[in-house]
């Protein structure tokens, strides 16, 4: 094991890119003990990527390059910018709120920083705001993703655990909003002490449009249930709301009630049983393409092949980090390391708040080196059984460990946000690094909230009945 990591490491250190550092670090390791035949490394990394679930990375991605190529991404900003952009630092606050929507339709941080991070850190860099600045910002709130449902690691971990997935979405959201507020007060903070300005006048009109808008969706469930009651089909019902909608959106031409309506969709079709959350992906393709080419006819055959191609892109540099971190989390396993870990953690304590002190720190040092995928798939068959013993509700552990390994993709060596927004700010990845470490203060009292507050967690999951 001291080879494995201490190879990978040094090659890191030297400049080596990640995916080839975890790659030759696991050959080495293969070649020098013979654990395996040396073929095992091509059958770890084409077995790393054929996942079911993990194909909703590239739709997703695809989604929110559609959302940008239409310009859906741009309403949901410029609604954002309505509703906050007046306060103090109100780019940065936007960035926050515009996340918050956005994590409706990915799922994932890496979508939410690939898709409207790339116009906040435009926007923000535009109106003088720090390149530095701009770019912590967007990775903070791009963790929210996978709090706020739908979520990918969510459906990773309900599948590992035999947690329900449904129960696991609803208690992401209270977080979500904890979360969201933290960084607000963050960005508050630093606009005083910087002396940022407001970047968007106060004007009442805007700012009840805007709330108008957030009441119209807000509405649709609700006009769903009515009609429910007069004894019309569910499905029946979804279809009048929807064409009622789309004829208010139509006639009163509202800015961003369309794209709000995403994760409404999404959420009340995995909830419904219309599909499952990696289909859920698709249908946020397909909702984009409705957007662009029939609702407001901005997206022609060039833009929609560039969103392809922008896709392809990004999801192979991912996925090839995936390839390779799934060899390295394999030879992890064989190595008996995380197994060592959960035996030491034990024989520490048998208490239940130090073992998830212990546990928090576990995970935010695997985070450091493994894909989220496959540190769930190797961290939850260990520590499920100590979770239970300790009488810890699964549910409440799922979202400590997403939020661990969010914090996870923000820093080197294998934070994957960390390295798309160094390529869409165009910075070094140690400049990057050091502008997000400030942003880490409010995700860490957010993880110390949700440890130790477990009804921030349940409280929601357990009113609807999802959980007991």
Same mark, same amino acid.
């Given at each position: 094991m001291l080879l494995l990591v201490g190879s990978f490491l040094l090659l890191m250190v030297v400049g080596v890119p990640v995916a080839i550092s975890m790659a030759v670090a696991s050959v080495l390791y293969l070649v020098f003990f013979g654990v395996a035949p040396d073929i095992i490394v091509a059958q770890r990394m084409i077995a790393g990527v054929e996942s079911f679930p993990l194909l909703a990375v590239p739709f997703f991605i695809l989604a929110g390059n559609l959302m940008n190529s239409a310009g859906v991404t741009g309403r949901i900003y410029s609604f954002a910018v309505s509703l906050v952009g007046w306060m103090k630092g109100g780019l940065a606050q936007v960035n926050i709120i515009g996340s918050v929507i956005f994590s409706g339709m990915s799922g994932t941080a890496l979508a939410d920083a690939a898709g409207i991070g790339t116009i906040e850190i435009k926007a923000m860099k535009d109106h003088g705001y720090p390149v530095e600045a701009a770019v912590g910002v967007t990775a903070a709130s791009a963790t929210l993703g996978p709090i706020f449902p739908p979520s990918l690691p969510f459906v990773i971990y309900g599948m590992m655990a035999n947690v329900s997935i449904g129960a696991l979405f609803m208690a992401g959201i209270l977080p979500g909003i904890v979360m969201t507020v933290l960084m607000m007060i963050t960005v508050a903070i630093f606009?005083?002490?910087?002396?940022?300005?407001? +970047?968007?006048?106060?004007?009442?009109?805007?700012?009840?449009?805007?709330?108008?808008?957030?009441?119209?969706?807000?509405?649709?469930p609700v006009l769903i249930y009515l009609l429910t009651l007069t004894g019309l089909s569910i499905n029946a019902s979804v279809g009048i709301a929807l064409v009622l909608l789309l004829a208010a959106d139509w006639y009163f031409d509202f800015s961003a009630v369309m794209a709000l309506m995403t994760p409404v969709i999404l959420i009340g079709g995995m909830t419904m049983g219309w599909f499952t959350p990696t289909e859920a992906a698709v249908a946020a393709v397909l909702w984009?393409?409705?957007?662009?080419?029939?609702?407001?006819?901005?997206?022609?055959?060039?833009?929609?092949?560039? &969103?392809?191609?922008?896709?392809?892109?990004?999801?192979?540099?991912? $996925?090839?980090?995936?390839?390779? &971190?799934?060899?390295?989390?394999?030879?992890?396993?064989?190595?008996?390391?995380?197994? $060592?870990?959960?035996?030491?953690?034990?024989?520490?304590?048998?208490?239940?708040?130090?073992?998830?002190?212990?546990?928090?720190?576990?995970?935010?040092?695997?985070?450091?080196?493994? +894909?989220?995928?496959? !540190?769930?798939?190797?961290?939850?068959?260990?520590?499920?059984?100590?979770?239970?013993?300790? +009488?810890?509700?699964?549910?409440?552990?799922?979202?400590?460990?997403?939020?661990?390994?969010?914090?996870? $993709?923000?820093?080197?060596?294998?934070?994957?946000?960390?390295?798309?927004?160094?390529?869409? !700010?165009?910075?070094?990845?140690?400049?990057?690094?050091?502008?997000? $470490?400030?942003?880490?203060?409010?995700?860490?009292? !957010?993880?110390?909230?949700?440890?130790?507050?477990?009804?921030?967690?349940?409280?929601?999951?357990?009113?609807?009945?999802?959980?007991?």
């Amino acid at each position: 094991m001291l080879l494995l990591v201490g190879s990978f490491l040094l090659l890191m250190v030297v400049g080596v890119p990640v995916a080839i550092s975890m790659a030759v670090a696991s050959v080495l390791y293969l070649v020098f003990f013979g654990v395996a035949p040396d073929i095992i490394v091509a059958q770890r990394m084409i077995a790393g990527v054929e996942s079911f679930p993990l194909l909703a990375v590239p739709f997703f991605i695809l989604a929110g390059n559609l959302m940008n190529s239409a310009g859906v991404t741009g309403r949901i900003y410029s609604f954002a910018v309505s509703l906050v952009g007046w306060m103090k630092g109100g780019l940065a606050q936007v960035n926050i709120i515009g996340s918050v929507i956005f994590s409706g339709m990915s799922g994932t941080a890496l979508a939410d920083a690939a898709g409207i991070g790339t116009i906040e850190i435009k926007a923000m860099k535009d109106h003088g705001y720090p390149v530095e600045a701009a770019v912590g910002v967007t990775a903070a709130s791009a963790t929210l993703g996978p709090i706020f449902p739908p979520s990918l690691p969510f459906v990773i971990y309900g599948m590992m655990a035999n947690v329900s997935i449904g129960a696991l979405f609803m208690a992401g959201i209270l977080p979500g909003i904890v979360m969201t507020v933290l960084m607000m007060i963050t960005v508050a903070i630093f606009a005083y002490v910087k002396r940022w300005g407001s +970047d968007a006048p106060f004007q009442i009109r805007q700012l009840l449009e805007a709330s108008l808008e957030i009441v119209v969706v807000a509405c649709v469930p609700v006009l769903i249930y009515l009609l429910t009651l007069t004894g019309l089909s569910i499905n029946a019902s979804v279809g009048i709301a929807l064409v009622l909608l789309l004829a208010a959106d139509w006639y009163f031409d509202f800015s961003a009630v369309m794209a709000l309506m995403t994760p409404v969709i999404l959420i009340g079709g995995m909830t419904m049983g219309w599909f499952t959350p990696t289909e859920a992906a698709v249908a946020a393709v397909l909702w984009s393409l409705f957007l662009g080419l029939v609702r407001y006819r901005t997206m022609t055959m060039a833009s929609l092949a560039k &969103a392809s191609f922008d896709t392809i892109e990004t999801t192979a540099s991912v $996925l090839f980090i995936v390839t390779a &971190a799934s060899v390295f989390a394999w030879l992890l396993t064989v190595s008996q390391a995380a197994q $060592l870990l959960s035996a030491a953690i034990l024989s520490i304590t048998e208490n239940k708040w130090v073992f998830l002190i212990l546990v928090n720190i576990l995970m935010l040092f695997v985070g450091c080196f493994l +894909d989220t995928i496959a !540190a769930i798939t190797i961290l939850v068959p260990i520590l499920l059984p100590l979770v239970l013993k300790f +009488d810890i509700d699964p549910v409440h552990f799922g979202l400590i460990m997403t939020l661990n390994l969010m914090i996870g $993709l923000l820093h080197p060596p294998l934070g994957m946000v960390l390295f798309v927004l160094s390529r869409v !700010a165009k910075l070094s990845v140690e400049r990057t690094t050091m502008a997000i $470490l400030p942003w880490l203060v409010p995700l860490f009292i !957010a993880l110390i909230a949700i440890t130790f507050i477990p009804a921030i967690t349940l409280w929601l999951p357990t009113q609807l009945g999802l959980i007991k």
